[in-house]
């Protein structure tokens, strides 16, 4: 493993000065890791602590209203508050990761969570919920979101970004639902209050690797960006002023091109069909067809895991083709997985079940790495940012999702509504996301 604080070594091209001492400096550089994966890898294990604090609201729903006799709706409104604050956040958490350091920022949230989490055990009324869950913990796994990969691909790597991008999307996206059988066994035996202090627990023990390992530039340990050329100044630490308030104009600078209207209103419809509808209802109304919650749940862990190779697959492939037409598949594929989801649901898993696992798994969020290529590409420099907000977009529309499938769900007592709602606006989307119209220098 890289030393973090090994001293810096020349980040010009020597070669013509001093030819003799090149081959063994390159050999050197190619023999060791290159601090890029470290800080990856750490920012993997992070994004899948985060995604497995925010699974545990989705398995809490049923043992919540049996227990207090809250609504679907008024325990939905806690889940809305805390991907609504996911999203809103992650724009000025990507800002202040700017001004003030990825570790100080990420290792903040991890606490936050912790508090908002192990609060949750003395709760007695719903409006507790909504600030522990919604709040607390919504402000803290923002911080930690989508935005916070781009900020480390964008200043860590210029070769293998795009796939990059991928791994650590499938860890933000696919370890809440990896980590759904566990929690909802957890809540079935031993109830809803051993998860929240696991998450409590393990939220903390996540801050001593955050802060020894996780630096915020290449150059602050004496290197450039990973697959930068010789004499390229990628990764450099440059000051950046105006910490929140860049967020701010950032957005206003964005909001005057029709691209960002176009990417945030097809990811609002992600975040709608994904974390919002599936993410938050899928158990309950697997159940409400005689399905047993935990094997619902499992369901979902395997939805978690083919969108790794989904996830991965699309990183490496938005290195290579039109983000575009990834996104016109990505969308179109899901909003036909949606329409035929409520003629599949039942007591048993049938085969047909199976085959809208492995697809609609594939494309749960593929969607993010050419979304993250194209604000790059839009945005130049203020792209973390920027999809900072399009991200919140993606929030909202799970918010709204996860609040209107509750409000279906106690009106008419089923969600097919919903399924079929979400079905056609992904097809919305699919249709947007050719609209964008790419820098000719991209083409």
Known sequence: MTDLRAPAPPTGDDSADNPTSAPASVTDERRRLHPAWIVAGVGFVALLGA???????????????????????????????????????SPFAAALMDRFGIRKVVCSALVLIAAGSGLTVFMT????????????????????????????????????????????TAAGATGQLVFLPLVSMLATEHGWRLPSLIVAAVALSVVPLVWLFVRDYPSDVGVRAYGAPAGSDAGARV?????????????????????FWLLAGGFAICGASTNGLVGTHFVTAAHDHGMPPTTAAGLLALVGIFDVAGTIASGWLSDRVDPRYLLLGYYSLRGLSLLILPSLLGPHTEPSMWVFIVFYGLDWIA?????????????????????????????????????????????????D???????????????????????????
């Open 239 to 259: 000051p950046i002023a105006g910490g929140a308030n860049r967020a701010l104009k950032v957005l206003a600078s964005a909001a005057r091109r029709p691209g």
């Open 367 to 415: 969607t993010v790495p050419p979304t993250v290529l194209l604000c790059r590409e839009l945005f130049g420099a203020d792209g973390p940012i920027a999809f900072g907000w399009v991200f919140a977009a993606h929030q909202v529309g799970a918010a709204v999702a996860a609040t209107g499938a509750g409000f279906i769900r106690d009106v008419q007592g089923t969600y």
């Open 125 to 168: 009324q719903a409006w507790q919920l909504v600030a522990t869950w919604g709040l607390l913990v919504g402000v803290g796994v923002g911080s930690m979101s989508m935005p916070f990969v781009a900020t480390i691909t964008g200043r860590w790597f210029v070769q293998s970004r795009g796939l990059v991008t991928g791994v650590l």
């Open 51 to 89: 995604a497995a604090f925010r699974s545990v609201p989705s398995v809490l729903i049923e043992p919540l209203h049996t227990e207090f006799g809250w609504s679907h709706a008024t325990i939905s409104t806690a889940i809305s508050l805390n991907m609504l604050l996911y999203g809103l956040i």
């Open 417 to 443: 509504l919903a399924w079929y709602v979400a079905g056609a606006l992904c097809g919305i989307a699919a249709v947007m996301s050719m609209l964008v119209r790419r820098p000719k220098t991209a083409v």
